[in-house]
């Protein structure tokens, strides 16, 4: 197991010890606080722990190496679980704004005042965990990853607005009980749009979609400096789990042997895959200068 995986694991038993204890505190504090916001955040989180252990499977599973049957490796497992994550943010965000307009049709008490404390509480530890899993997730370059700090971020924004509704429910009185089921009908919004931001990358990586301008960029830059190398032509990236599998076109001298052209190549990949750690293989396609 490479050191990416390695962390991204880890990050992921983040995830779900934290969701685990935020969910029962949400929970509890939800219930005996009378806030259906607060439940509807713990049902959120219930969800993110879940999502969290698929994350995990994924990324173990594409971290296997590639064999007779899986060529190119294992790595589009981990954007396939990002598909379920997304699955999981849609269930709980349905979830949410059905029981929450239940609950704006209900007359009920409102809600408890120390739960304001409990949700400013895990606004700043949701926001930390964003920046954390967030951070991992661009050094390991892994989209479930990804995926799974955004459960975090769409937490911490539920979480500020059930503390934004028990806050008009509190100071404003009477009348204003279903405030904290608006604030959530609102966040199952929110979560939406953003199952939708965390569903397009992941899609974009299993139709190996044109995502990768600066990276490319940085090929035929590396490339372009090998001995023997005129240019570059065509250059494709696919992005498979953590790693990068890379297509690419050099012109090199008409008149040079084969084996020149051959040692040529070889000397393009090694330094390709010196300088990005992240690649895993590259393919070269060696085209003449031919000048008509």
């Given at each position: 197991?490479?050191?990416?995986?390695?962390?991204?694991?880890?990050?992921?038993?983040?995830?779900?010890?934290?969701?685990?204890?935020?969910?029962?505190?949400?929970?509890?504090?939800?219930?005996?606080?009378?806030?259906?916001?607060?439940?509807?955040?713990?049902?959120?989180?219930?969800?993110?722990v879940f999502s969290s252990f698929l994350v995990l499977l994924g990324l173990k599973y594409s971290s296997r190496p590639?064999?007779?049957?899986?060529?190119?490796?294992?790595?589009?497992?981990?954007?396939?679980?990002?598909?379920?994550?997304?699955?999981?943010?849609?269930?709980?965000?349905?979830?949410?704004?059905?029981?929450?307009?239940?609950?704006?049709?209900?007359?009920?008490?409102?809600?408890?005042?120390?739960?304001?404390?409990?949700?400013?509480?895990?606004?700043?530890?949701?926001?930390?965990?964003?920046?954390?899993?967030?951070?991992?997730?661009?050094?390991?370059?892994?989209?479930?990853?990804?995926?799974?700090?955004?459960?975090?971020?769409?937490?911490?924004?539920?979480?500020?607005?059930?503390?934004?509704?028990?806050?008009?429910?509190?100071?404003?009185?009477?009348?204003?009980?279903?405030?904290?089921?608006?604030?959530?009908?609102?966040?199952?919004?929110?979560?939406?749009?953003?199952?939708?931001?965390?569903l397009r990358p992941a899609l974009g990586e299993v139709m190996d979609?044109?995502?990768?301008?600066?990276?490319?960029?940085?090929?035929?830059?590396?490339?372009?400096?090998?001995?023997?190398?005129?240019?570059?032509?065509?250059?494709?990236?696919?992005?498979?789990?953590?790693?990068?599998?890379?297509?690419?076109?050099?012109?090199?001298?008409?008149?040079?042997?084969?084996?020149?052209?051959?040692?040529?190549?070889?000397?393009?990949?090694?330094?390709?895959?010196?300088?990005?750690?992240?690649?895993?293989?590259?393919?070269?396609?060696?085209?003449?200068?031919?000048?008509?």
């Amino acid at each position: 197991m490479d050191q990416n995986t390695s962390e991204a694991i880890k990050a992921s038993w983040l995830s779900i010890f934290g969701n685990t204890l935020l969910a029962i505190a949400k929970f509890v504090s939800g219930i005996f606080g009378n806030s259906y916001a607060l439940i509807a955040d713990a049902i959120e989180s219930t969800t993110d722990v879940f999502s969290s252990f698929l994350v995990l499977l994924g990324l173990k599973y594409s971290s296997r190496p590639p064999d007779e049957n899986h060529p190119y490796g294992h790595g589009k497992a981990e954007p396939l679980m990002t598909f379920a994550v997304v699955g999981f943010l849609v269930v709980s965000a349905t979830v949410i704004a059905y029981e929450s307009i239940q609950h704006i049709q209900t007359p009920h008490k409102v809600p408890e005042p120390y739960t304001l404390i409990v949700l400013a509480a895990i606004v700043i530890i949701k926001e930390y965990f964003y920046r954390k899993v967030s951070k991992k997730g661009d050094e390991t370059k892994s989209t479930s990853l990804k995926a799974d700090a955004w459960h975090h971020r769409s937490d911490a924004i539920t979480s500020l607005m059930a503390f934004i509704g028990i806050s008009i429910a509190l100071f404003m009185g009477k009348g204003y009980e279903t405030a904290d089921d608006w604030a959530a009908l609102f966040a199952s919004g929110f979560i939406l749009y953003n199952a939708y931001l965390i569903l397009r990358p992941a899609l974009g990586e299993v139709m190996d979609e044109h995502m990768y301008d600066d990276m490319i960029g940085d090929i035929r830059e590396v490339s372009i400096n090998v001995p023997g190398v005129l240019d570059t032509e065509k250059c494709n990236v696919r992005k498979t789990g953590m790693i990068y599998h890379v297509d690419l076109h050099i012109i090199v001298n008409a008149q040079i042997s084969v084996k020149e052209g051959h040692d040529i190549a070889h000397n393009v990949k090694n330094e390709l895959l010196a300088h990005f750690p992240e690649i895993f293989d590259v393919l070269i396609h060696v085209e003449p200068n031919i000048e008509i």
